[in-house]
């Protein structure tokens, strides 16, 4: 869980995240204007990541994240305290979420190379 939503906690929480991706994955950041991100000088150094911001009142700018909440919703409301959610319980909606766009991706490929 979060230590709290504060810049420097936020910056904690996502630095130590990241850096257990593989590089290839955590090339850039793109967030929204929001305060939490008010250390983000500090985060591309420790997270070794380029940090973008949106626009304001453009949150199209950041499209498969807004399209990522939005099948996390089917599984978890706006509001849900995820903390009562098992690590396992988490990992299987990753999971689905993850197979869904595999899935799509071989339809994809199959019907243009066939």
């Known amino acids: 869980a979060l230590a709290g939503h504060g810049a420097e906690a936020v910056r904690d929480a996502i630095t130590r995240t990241i850096i257990t991706l593989p590089e290839e994955l955590r090339r850039s950041l793109t967030w929204?204007?929001?305060a939490e991100m008010a250390q983000h000088d500090r985060l591309k150094v420790d997270a070794g990541v380029q940090v973008y911001f949106c626009d304001p009142q453009s949150p199209w700018q950041r499209g498969t994240n807004e399209n990522t909440n939005g099948l996390l919703r089917q599984y978890f409301p706006?509001?849900?305290d995820l903390s009562i959610h098992?690590?396992?319980?988490?990992?299987a909606v990753?999971?689905?979420?993850?197979?869904v766009g595999k899935r799509r991706q071989k339809r994809l490929t199959s019907c243009c190379h066939e």
């Open 32 to 34: 929204d204007q929001g």
């Open 78 to 80: 706006k509001g849900t």
């Open 86 to 91: 098992s690590a396992d319980e988490i990992a």
């Open 94 to 99: 990753a999971a689905a979420l993850n197979a």
